[in-house]
């Protein structure tokens, strides 16, 4: 009885080692497998310090388009880039047409970037496409279209996409009726929630050829909807920082009126009379601002000047110290690719104001000086 159990318990070993000798090779070609082709987007990597890339207002004209954009895009290609933004308007605001030319052009530029790469909607390409001399399109068949074929899946662009969440709630307006808000995307990466937010320039779609204000109202609706969920999440997560990257430079205070709307800094009225359609938005951001307490980054373009600066101020005018407002480059056709330059930012979650930026030259779009 005893030999018969000791050949039993000796089976047992032999069929153990065996079945550890099988699995080897199998765990280790899970290890060797390449990665997948999508980014899970969420926060389990590392610790690690990262660099993204901003860019945005281009191109703006046929050598910024042959030549400009896709020299920048092959700068970005050779850093090291956890993902990049292209904040909004994907060409001139005037005499450029809105048509399917010029989407399918610039997701080829998006695709091209090596890093995931996000985009978010401006104003030359869906809000001022009513004018004449960019087609007589409407404005929000305009936007339908970029929803169909820049936001249909919850991934990012670029050759390694990222799937980010969205706005699915249907808040927004389309030709036909109430549609999902879907081009609002919202990633957190190495501790640090990002969210894109549809805000562009013309006063919001409030002004210019053919103002809008039903669209306008449910979209500024669903925006201030997104904001508020975005630090909600950032909360939840214990994020270290909050960035938010839209198109519209919607004005921060007295200075400066030939870039942006003049607005008093401690009401966020505009003072100019002209159609406001950012002061509910900015007024919800700088209360979620201050509430959040941790540092908040608000990337946009529309003026094409870049600037790091903090131009926010509280109801007694005292500057929100966590709040940085980063403007990426932009350019017209007059200048070439002179500016057809990026931003990077070095994110660190260790670090005391998590983000650090540097304006890029680009030293094949250099002109005026040109690269030794």
């Known amino acids: 009885m005893a030999l018969k159990l000791w050949d039993s318990l000796e089976w047992l070993r032999r069929l153990k080692r065996q079945a550890t000798a099988l699995a080897l090779p199998v765990i280790l070609l899970a290890a060797l497998a390449?990665?997948?082709?999508?980014?899970?987007?969420?926060?389990?990597?590392?610790?690690?310090?990262?660099a993204i890339g901003l860019w945005g207002d281009l191109p703006y004209s046929p050598a910024q388009a042959t030549t400009g954009v896709p020299n920048l895009i092959a700068d970005m290609n050779a850093h090291r880039l956890k993902f990049t933004v292209h904040d909004g308007d994907l060409k001139a605001g005037s005499n450029s047409a809105c048509d399917e030319a010029l989407y399918q052009q610039s997701l080829g530029y998006l695709n091209a970037l090596r890093a995931p790469a996000m985009f978010t909607p401006g104003d030359n390409d869906w809000t001022d496409c009513d004018r004449a001399s960019n087609g007589g399109y409407n404005s929000r068949e305009r936007l339908d279209r970029e929803r169909q074929l820049f936001f249909s899946t919850p991934f990012s662009f670029g050759r390694r996409p990222m799937r980010q969440e969205v706005q699915?709630?249907?808040?927004?307006?389309?030709?036909?009726?109430?549609?999902?808000?879907v081009e609002n995307r919202r990633w957190t990466v190495g501790g640090v929630t990002y969210a894109t937010l549809n805000v562009p320039g013309s006063c919001n779609n409030l002004c210019d050829t053919a103002p809008d204000p039903a669209e306008f109202a449910a979209r500024n609706a669903a925006n201030i909807v997104w904001l508020h969920e975005t630090f909600l999440t950032a909360q939840q997560h214990n994020s270290a920082a909050v960035m938010?990257?839209?198109?519209?430079?919607?004005g921060w205070d007295l200075s400066d009126p030939t870039r942006a709307p003049l607005r008093d800094p401690k009401t966020l009225v505009e003072t100019d009379r002209q159609p406001d359609g950012y002061v509910d938005y900015l007024k919800a951001l700088r209360d979620d601002v201050i509430a959040f307490r941790k540092p908040v980054a608000y990337v946009h373009g529309?003026?094409?000047?870049?600037?790091?600066?903090?131009?926010?101020?509280?109801?007694?005018?005292k500057r929100l110290e966590n709040f940085t407002r980063v403007e990426t480059f932009g350019d017209n056709q007059g200048n070439g690719n002179n500016d057809v330059r990026w931003v990077m930012v070095t994110v660190d979650r260790r670090s005391r104001d998590v983000f650090s930026?540097?304006?890029?030259?680009?030293?094949?779009?250099r002109t005026a000086v040109p690269a030794p």
């Open 302 to 317: 529309d003026s094409h000047y870049f600037r790091v600066d903090q131009p926010f101020l509280d109801s007694t005018g």
């Open 168 to 181: 699915t709630a249907t808040r927004c307006l389309g030709v036909n009726g109430p549609v999902a808000c």
């Open 34 to 50: 390449p990665a997948a082709a999508h980014d899970d987007g969420d926060d389990r990597d590392d610790d690690d310090a990262y």
């Open 357 to 365: 930026y540097q304006a890029v030259n680009v030293p094949a779009n």
């Open 244 to 250: 938010l990257i839209s198109q519209a430079d919607p």
